[in-house]
């Protein structure tokens, strides 16, 4: 597909996990259900890692 498809497809893996880290953040901190706010606890470090992974696939196709 091209350069400009991976970038684009790149930045916004970056940009949907950054909004993922939020969410699972405010609510492990903030949430009114115990057992979901451990389960946002609990996603906090994979989906960090993803969004990790994320930006070094952005970087490789030259995204900024």
Do not use: K, N
């Given at each position: 597909?091209?350069?400009?498809?991976?970038?684009?497809?790149?930045?916004?893996?970056?940009l949907a996990h950054q909004?993922?880290?939020?969410?699972?953040?405010?609510?492990?901190?903030?949430?009114?259900?115990?057992a979901i706010r451990q389960?946002?606890?609990?996603?906090v470090p994979i989906i960090?890692?993803?969004?990790?992974?994320?930006?070094?696939?952005?970087?490789?196709?030259?995204?900024?």
């Amino acid at each position: 597909r091209g350069a400009a498809f991976d970038q684009t497809y790149a930045r916004q893996q970056v940009l949907a996990h950054q909004q993922a880290m939020v969410v699972q953040q405010s609510y492990a901190a903030t949430g009114s259900e115990p057992a979901i706010r451990q389960a946002a606890r609990s996603a906090v470090p994979i989906i960090r890692r993803h969004l990790e992974v994320a930006q070094q696939v952005r970087a490789s196709v030259g995204e900024r």
